[in-house]
């Protein structure tokens, strides 16, 4: 199959499911809830659009300094004595990472939504040839796996936290 078909069946593939996808969410009660579906749709769909942008180094993505602090050192316990210090570095981790596994949580997912969202990566990623090679030359790939990194090191200081949190028998939430 020709690369150019390819592209082609994916573009139908991705507009023939968005509708669907898009349908089965539930928009959120207010325009502003930021943990709402279509907030989550509006995001995944401007990371998907901007990506190209970003492998030729005209964008680049914030590394917020909580996750820089976590990269520099994951299990340190400098300035945080207090319960509530601890709950509130994790609370901060929250917001950048998202909310962090509970017990008994059924895990969920919108297969048509990934299937969208999948198409719309491949078209999109599919805009710039030698892709891999362009994004070594200006800098994407080496961010991205810094920004990986950075989000790894902000999961084990949040996990390393809960744990400091409830050894300690801390009443606190967060």
Request: proline residues 7%.
């Amino acid at each position: 199959m020709s690369r150019k078909l390819f592209v082609m069946i994916g573009a139908v593939v991705a507009l023939a499911i968005s509708p669907t996808a898009y349908a089965q969410m539930k928009p959120p009660t207010t325009p502003d809830e930021p943990g709402g579906r279509w907030g989550e749709a509006k995001k995944k769909a401007v990371d998907i659009g901007s990506q190209p942008a970003r492998d030729v180094g005209m964008s680049k993505r914030d590394i917020p300094p909580i996750l820089e602090k976590a990269f520099d050192n994951p299990y340190s316990l400098q300035g945080l004595k207090t319960c509530k210090a601890i709950a509130g570095e994790i609370t901060q981790l929250n917001a950048v990472l998202g909310p962090d596994y509970t017990i008994g949580n059924e895990y969920t997912e919108n297969r048509a939504g990934k299937l969208a969202e999948a198409g719309g990566k491949t078209i999109i990623n599919s805009i710039i040839p030698f892709r891999g090679l362009v994004r070594e030359m200006t800098g994407a790939a080496p961010a991205d796996r810094h920004m990986n990194a950075v989000v790894d090191a902000g999961l084990a200081r949040r996990g390393f936290l809960r744990g400091v949190h409830l050894r300690q028998g801390c009443k606190t939430r967060f």
